[in-house]
């Protein structure tokens, strides 16, 4: 298990690379997926509306499928087939996805962290000062670790969300090029992040 240490290093701990596998497998698209997005007012770095940005990231999804993945909000936590989870610094991972079986059905937990203070320089204080700096790295981790829920594994090129900083590149830029499309908060529902072969590889798991 990949932790983070007092002086973290990006590069390897960006995207944890356990859940880049091939065989993660895909959901029942038949019918609507439930999702619950789990309460965060406890946790370091959480704002109100990193709520608004995991439903952008479901919606995203949902629209790059063309339409075949639709979510749907569960009131019900442990009847929800995708759990996100916002987790503390302490708890040692900057986001993570396990795959689970739901009454039969397979799912996932998602884990996002929010504080992005400790995510080493020199994003951290870039992402203090500008606050869609700060709110694209939350939204794009949970865009990423969603593709995993939906069964997409790691890849290697860097213009992908699904992409794993293991094989190197400037994170920095990584965020700074979704960042640079926004003007205002709103932007993120327009730009969903996905890049032309991630959205390929979405739509051949979901073919008809």
Known sequence: MLKLGATMILVALA???????????????????SFFIEEGR????????DRDLAMMAFAAWSRESGGKLKFIESKERERALIRLRW?????GLYGE?????????????????????V??????????QDVLL????????????????????????FEDIMYYFGYGGDILDYFMRYRNKLQSR????????LSMSDVDVLRDKYRD
Not at 20 to 33: F, Y
Not at 119 to 127: D, F, I, K, N, T
Not at 141 to 157: D, M, N, P, W, Y
Not at 186 to 193: E, N
Request: aromatic share 6%.
């Open 97 to 117: 996805t396990q795959r689970v079986e739901v009454n039969g059905k397979p799912g996932a937990i998602v884990y996002v962290m929010p504080q992005v203070s």
């Open 134 to 157: 700060r709110d694209t790295i939350v939204y794009l981790t949970c865009v990423h670790e969603l593709g995993h829920a939906v069964g997409l594994s790691h890849t290697r090129k």
């Open 42 to 49: 406890s946790v370091p770095g959480y704002r109100e509306t």
């Open 186 to 193: 709103g932007d993120i529902a327009r730009h969903s992040g």
């Open 87 to 91: 987790i503390s610094p302490t708890e």
């Open 15 to 33: 995207f944890r690379p356990q859940f880049g596998r091939s065989n993660l497998g895909v959901l029942d698209a038949r019918e609507a997926i």
């Open 119 to 128: 995510q080493g320089e020199p994003l951290a204080s870039r992402a203090v």
